[in-house]
Nanobody, 121 residues
Framework: VQLQACGGGSVQSGGSLRLSCAASGFTLAHYAIGWFRQAPGKGREGVSWIKPDGTTWYANSVKGRFTISRDSAEDTVNLRMDSLKPEDTAVYSC????????????????WGQGTLVTVSA
């Protein structure tokens, strides 16, 4: 059972990136998937999540700029990030589980290694 996040990189402020979360050993579509980020020197922060029924949530800091979605054909969960800001710089990780409170990292069962997003001014 493994999760893999990919798609990070370096962009200038205002740019876009798309992160993708894929699983091996289980089907992502059955799980709630959360995206979290951790900036240097800061704690882990919930960014967005999507439930199996399609319900989504976004942190206020990314609302209107980030879009989470499922790709049923590929069984991936993608995070489209537009209008990126320097404060979005962080390691982004995806997690899978059946959280009661989706914004809490401890509610998830599986975690992937993070992917680094760097936004320059």
């Amino acid at each position: 059972v493994q999760l893999q996040a990919c798609g990070g990189g370096s962009v200038q402020s205002g740019g876009s990136l798309r992160l993708s979360c894929a699983a091996s050993g289980f089907t992502l579509a059955h799980y709630a998937i959360g995206w979290f980020r951790q900036a240097p020197g800061k704690g882990r922060e919930g960014v967005s999540w999507i439930k199996p029924d399609g319900t989504t949530w976004y942190a206020n800091s990314v609302k209107g700029r980030f879009t989470i979605s499922r790709d049923s054909a590929e069984d991936t969960v993608n995070l489209r990030m537009d209008s990126l800001k320097p404060e979005d710089t962080a390691v982004y990780s995806c997690a899978a589980g059946f959280p009661t409170i989706p914004a809490l990292p401890g509610e998830y069962d599986y975690w992937g290694q993070g992917t680094l997003v760097t936004v320059s001014a």
